[in-house]
């Protein structure tokens, strides 16, 4: 395991799930980190956990407050080697049933927030060679039906983390986009029940009925740290969701039928 002493990370949705995972990873490493969320008992549980993990309480979905995280990391430890955006929330629903505050909601914390992380972070990330982490979706890439605003906010981080590669490679600022299959959680069974009463079964589970398994967080954590020390540029679990997003851009008709026959 590469020894991160003396480096600094910041870990937004820090306080459960897969944030949790991957800052726990970090400071088995080494380094510090900082965990940022908006529910303040589940955060300093959090850190409890993590002795030295330092806490944030911030709402990403407000303008200003992924800036203000970023400066004052910065500022505590005098470095960044690497911010993870981890943060998100998904929907069920037919899209064209989603109401306009539901797209507003999401796109505030999926993506506004990652742009708005990525620029606060960039002069600390290039100045330290290090990376920025965007935590996408097998939804980054496809939109499966009955996801509402879900695809929609998750589809721009492509092109972000794209644009910032290009942008900031050479000047040495890494960037990862992780797109992920469903990640297994204790309340996987029912936490749609209410946004997916009125759609089909499979709306309701994980993935929207994705025929793929539910990954380990503490094992994705590890695969993503990974792919950081070797500045992989994409990450994409289970591996053969590849050929998925490849069929999908060539031939659009064979994707959907592909991904129509991918749900149950």
Known sequence: ??????????????????????????????????????????????????????????????????????????????????????AGRSTRGRVVDTPREQFEALLALNTLAAIELAQAAAPSLVASRGSLVLIGSLATHVAPKFLGAYPVSKHPLAALAQQLRLELGPEGMHTLLVCPGPIARADSADRYADQAADLPPEARKPGGGAKVRALDPQRLAEQILAACDKRKAELVIPKKARLLFALSRLFPEWGDRLLNKKME
């Open 1 to 86: 395991m590469p020894d991160w002493t003396g480096k600094t990370a910041l870990v937004t949705g820090g306080s459960a799930g897969l944030g949790l995972a991957i800052a726990g990873a970090i400071r088995r490493r080494g380094a510090d980190v900082v965990l940022v969320a908006r529910n303040q008992s589940q955060l300093a549980q959090a850190c409890a956990g993590l002795p030295g993990a330092v806490a944030l309480s911030a709402d990403l979905a407000v303008g200003g407050e992924a800036t203000r995280v970023v400066n004052e990391t910065a500022a505590r430890f005098g470095r960044l080697d690497l911010v993870v955006h981890a």
